[in-house]
């Protein structure tokens, strides 16, 4: 058996209560003392279940693992075990009611049928009160508690690729066209040189040579020339792209539900 000064122990050192296989129930709520022999009687373990946050469990049988108290029941039985109100005191029929449920009294029909008896000691008209001169509760609360994490939202990669159109330019062209002058000519002589120094001494020659050969039969040649246009490709860099990433900051807020326990006091009549 757990003594008294163990519990307080455990309490001020925030103990847990544990389930027969070592699993976590919750923190430890309340401690229960009997009012006749003072010693540790049940336990109240913060399931925080709506409506009734707290679970009466019996020490009977419980063994300290460390600070924790280790009941000798599974997490379902401790988690459904009969809610009892939260006044601060066990009444005989309360008490009664839990003991049967944790098989530590006979049930009322066992009792009838004198099949059985209370497996444990009866609680009888005994009752059971929190330990302490005062009566005291554990109030909890939920906090918030808000962190960010890193998610990938986009992946970019650069592509270069060819892309084929057609250009239109003008370019211009020079071409060489065959233009015949004929020279007149005054008194049986061609009038070659006007006397005003127009035509070079070179140019002179060759007119008088071609009057000197007329009727020979000579051809004279001329090549003439023009301009096709030429097309070539020349690659040449236009622009150079490059990528960066940016840290930008804003400021997201973010909200949520919390829930919180508050303690108010009560009259009882007498």
């Known amino acids: ?3 008294l000064e163990q519990m307080k122990e455990s309490m001020n050192a925030g103990a847990n209560v544990l389930s027969e296989d070592g699993a976590v129930l919750g923190p430890m ?5 009997d009012d006749a022999t003072g010693e540790p009687s049940w336990v109240t373990v913060a399931t925080h279940k709506a409506g009734n946050p707290e679970s009466f469990a019996p020490l009977q049988g419980a063994t300290l693992d460390g600070r924790d108290v280790r009941l000798p029941y599974s997490h379902s039985k401790v988690y459904d075990s009969p809610k009892m109100s939260q006044d601060g005191h066990l009444s005989p029929a309360e008490e ?3 003991l049967r449920y944790y098989g530590l009294m006979a049930t009322k029909d066992e009792e009838l049928a004198g099949q059985g008896r209370s497996v444990g000691e009866p609680a009888g008209t005994r009752s059971s009160r929190p330990e ?8 909890s609360e939920e906090q918030l ?3 960010t994490e890193l998610r990938e939202t986009e992946r970019v990669r650069l592509v270069k690729r060819v892309v084929t159109e057609d250009v239109t330019l003008t370019v211009q062209i020079r071409r ?3 233009v015949v002058e004929r020279v007149p000519v005054r008194d049986g002589a061609p009038l070659y040189d006007d006397g005003e120094g127009s035509f070079t001494d070179a140019e002179r020659e060759r007119l008088y040579n071609a009057v000197g050969t007329a009727f020979n039969g000579d051809v004279v040649e001329m090549v003439l020339y023009e301009e096709k246009p030429r097309v070539e490709v020349d690659v040449v860099p236009i622009e150079r792209v490059r990528i960066a990433r940016e840290v930008h900051t804003q400021d997201e807020v973010v909200s949520g539900q919390v829930r919180k326990e508050v303690i108010e006091t009560e009259r009882i009549e007498p």
């Not at 709520?29 to 003392?33: A, E, H, N, P, S």
């Not at 302490?132 to 109030?139: E, K, L, N």
């Open 1 to 3: 058996m757990i003594t």
């Open 29 to 33: 709520g309340q401690l229960y003392v």
């Open 96 to 98: 009664q009611h839990l």
């Open 132 to 139: 302490g001169d005062d009566y005291a509760m554990t109030r």
């Open 145 to 147: 508690r808000v962190g």
């Open 176 to 178: 060489e066209e065959l």
